[in-house]
């Protein structure tokens, strides 16, 4: 009971001072309609392409939502110190660093759907599978914020984490198999990405929306949540041997 | 019951090494609940190294501890829950109002809604903050930071508390303020690790007093027993106008069973065992050509008894006191 009055004030705090900020929603909103722009104007396709591009814009709305954010909100609060408050606080680092993660997945998931709900003002989206896409964007929500703490609790600066995620950022998005599939990369590009969780959640987009899939629709969803423990676990153990010195 | 029985924090050979600096080099001590207990020492000696081991923010390379009874030497977990830290500085968020930082902090304990706000407004009420409550606190003036950190430090109302130098940087009525509050949480109960550079500010608060420089605690002991053997001792210190120095074999041949410190600033320090006069000495010291512009008597303060067991002249400590409303004479 106490641990969850911590978890919860913890959240909603970072949703008051970090995510419900003007710029933060405008930029949110923003992103995913300049990418639906850019892509039409460069493929010059018809609405009736939208759902081809749609799992890419969810995932990159995701991912752009999640990752910047959350360098900031944890590697910003180490810097000022305000964060031994939270190392202080009787809760496990779990619980702790699961409340300030909760933030960024939610935030994830609802930048996620402003790129679907556009779509589905513009065009038929009664082919999506609905029971899939809701849990992959979620669970890609959560893999890419863990992918974010991991980045933020490996570096000491806020512009190290900046610069960092980026370093990850970009080329995850064009080795994912989101823009092309991961079979037309070289071969020796492939392990790489086979080893990016948004791979995989590439995958479970491709099949929700357009029931195109390379790989099993289970094994997808049982790597990724595998990429979501170890991340995690990776990241509270770098907390705990190099922050608590 | 012994006193180890009743010790709430235990703490035996903790070690700590930053690099090559040794910041804790072996340091033992108990303190007993309801304790208020006090770290003196210079810049650098490991005081605050000591308060983030015993709260769980830094790891000790060796020693162990126990808080409230349980081991706490792997993790301070499962202790946190009994304690409260104002740390050296001030570091609620700044985005936040004086209010809903409280707030915040009474949360991570675990108080309810009604209770954190309840006694949020009470505290900003005790410390003079009710004004600012709704102020963000990145806009707050140091002292009021650092009035806002102490009152986060106690919000859930811990069993032992830990102050690392509370009243630096505040104003004279500030500090007292602090130091009336630190004496009446003491005197509800509450178990006080103090850290301070302070020296009568350790002096007027504590009940125990350790020294600890250079990572090693010199000496630790009752603020009574530390002054047991000063208070023997009759003290006189003689301002005169000028250089003095060339006097003292002169002096101490005149005056046998006394003894004299001359310091920098023209300043005699005139020790012994029985009562001193000032009659004599000035007599004397105006015969030789000196002219003395005051002699009085000094009370015999821990200062003489930390100068005397670190070798640290307490210049460099007496130099912050003044900014703290230290420098009043008690
Ligand atoms: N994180 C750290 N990294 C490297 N050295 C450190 C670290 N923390 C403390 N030290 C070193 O350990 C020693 C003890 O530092 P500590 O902060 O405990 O002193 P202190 O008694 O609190 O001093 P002050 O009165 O200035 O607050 C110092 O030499 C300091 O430089
Ligand atoms: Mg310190």
């Known amino acids: 009971m106490k641990a969850w009055i911590a978890f919860w004030n913890i959240l909603l705090k970072d949703m008051r001072s970090y995510y419900l900020k003007p710029p933060n929603i405008s930029w949110g909103l923003l992103f995913p309609l300049v990418w639906i722009t850019m892509f039409f104007i460069r493929s010059g396709l018809g609405m009736e392409s939208l759902p081809k591009l749609l799992p890419g814009l969810v995932a990159l709305s995701i991912l752009f939502g999640t990752t910047s954010v959350l360098s900031v909100t944890v590697t910003f609060e180490k810097k000022g110190r305000s964060f031994e408050r939270l190392l202080l606080a009787p809760i496990s680092l779990e619980v702790l660093m699961l409340a300030k993660t909760s933030g960024a997945i939610l935030f994830g998931t609802i930048n996620a759907f402003v790129p679907i709900f556009v779509a589905m003002l513009l065009t038929d989206l009664s082919a999506v599978n609905w029971a899939i896409l809701v849990p992959a964007t979620i669970l890609i929500a959560i893999s890419s914020t863990f992918l974010g703490l991991f980045i933020a609790v490996s570096v000491k600066e806020v512009f190290e984490a900046q610069t960092f995620s980026n370093f990850f950022r970009f080329p995850m998005i064009f080795l994912c198999g989101l823009f092309f599939p991961v079979k037309q990369l070289p071969i020796w590009l492939r392990p790489v990405s086979y080893m990016l969780p948004l791979t995989y959640g590439a995958d479970i987009l491709h099949t929700s929306i357009n029931q195109t899939s390379h790989m099993p629709l289970l094994l997808n969803f049982s790597l990724l949540t595998l990429f979501c423990a170890a991340l995690f676990t990776f990241s509270l153990r770098n907390i705990r041997n190099k922050w608590i010195i | 019951m012994t006193k180890e029985q009743n010790a709430i924090i235990e703490v035996k050979g903790l070690a700590k090494s930053f690099d090559k600096t040794i910041a804790l080099d072996g340091i033992s001590f108990s303190i007993q609940s309801g304790e208020l207990f006090g770290f003196l020492g210079p810049n650098g000696a490991g005081k605050t190294t000591t308060i983030n081991i015993?709260?769980?923010?830094?790891?000790?390379?060796?020693?162990?501890?126990?808080?409230?009874?349980?081991?706490?030497?792997?993790?301070?977990?499962?202790?946190?829950?009994?304690?409260?830290?104002?740390?050296?500085?001030?570091?609620?968020?700044?985005?936040?109002?004086?209010?809903?930082?409280?707030?915040?902090?009474?949360?991570?304990?675990?108080?309810?809604?009604?209770?954190?706000?309840?006694?949020?407004?009470?505290?900003?009420?005790?410390?003079?903050?009710?004004?600012?409550?709704?102020?963000?606190?990145?806009?707050?003036?140091?002292?009021?930071?650092?009035?806002?950190?102490?009152?986060?430090?106690?919000?859930?109302?811990?069993?032992?508390?830990?102050?690392?130098?509370?009243?630096?940087?505040?104003?004279?009525?500030?500090?007292?303020?602090?130091?009336?509050?630190?004496?009446?949480?003491?005197?509800?109960?509450?178990?006080?690790?103090?850290?301070?550079?302070?020296?009568?500010?350790?002096?007027?608060?504590?009940?125990?007093?350790?020294?600890?420089?250079?990572?090693?605690?010199?000496?630790?002991?009752?603020?009574?027993?530390?002054?047991?053997?000063?208070?023997?001792?009759?003290?006189?210190?003689?301002?005169?106008?000028?250089?003095?120095?060339?006097?003292?074999?002169?002096?101490?041949?005149?005056?046998?069973?006394?003894?004299?410190?001359?310091?920098?600033?023209?300043?005699?320090?005139?020790?012994?065992?029985?009562?001193?006069?000032?009659?004599?000495?000035?007599?004397?010291?105006?015969?030789?050509?000196?002219?003395?512009?005051?002699?009085?008597?000094?009370?015999?303060?821990?200062?003489?008894?930390?100068?005397?067991?670190?070798?640290?002249?307490?210049?460099a400590l007496r130099k912050e006191k003044e900014k703290s409303g230290m420098g009043g004479k008690s």
Do not use: W
């Open chain 2, 54 to 315: 015993l709260t769980g923010l830094v790891r000790p390379d060796a020693g162990i501890f126990q808080i409230g009874g349980i081991d706490c030497t792997k993790n301070v977990q499962s202790a946190q829950h009994l304690i409260g830290v104002v740390p050296d500085e001030s570091n609620l968020y700044p985005e936040l109002t004086g209010f809903n930082n409280l707030c915040f902090c009474g949360a991570l304990y675990g108080l309810t809604k009604q209770e954190r706000q309840n006694k949020a407004r009470k505290l900003l009420d005790t410390f003079g903050l009710s004004e600012a409550a709704s102020r963000k606190f990145g806009g707050y003036s140091k002292g009021m930071k650092r009035k806002l950190t102490i009152a986060a430090g106690i919000i859930h109302s811990p069993r032992i508390l830990f102050l690392d130098e509370p009243t630096t940087g505040l104003d004279v009525a500030s500090a007292r303020q602090v130091r009336q509050l630190i004496a009446d949480l003491h005197k509800a109960g509450t178990t006080i690790f103090l850290t301070t550079h302070y020296i009568e500010e350790a002096e007027r608060l504590c009940e125990r007093i350790a020294f600890i420089v250079s990572g090693r605690i010199v000496k630790i002991d009752s603020v009574e027993h530390l002054l047991e053997p000063f208070q023997r001792k009759q003290a006189m210190q003689i301002a005169c106008i000028k250089d003095t120095s060339f006097i003292q074999p002169k002096l101490s041949e005149t005056f046998p069973d006394m003894s004299f410190i001359f310091s920098k600033n023209n300043m005699i320090r005139v020790e012994a065992d029985k009562p001193v006069f000032a009659g004599a000495i000035v007599r004397f010291l105006e015969e030789q050509g000196i002219d003395v512009s005051e002699a009085r008597r000094i009370r015999p303060s821990l200062e003489d008894v930390f100068v005397q067991v670190t070798g640290i002249e307490s210049d």
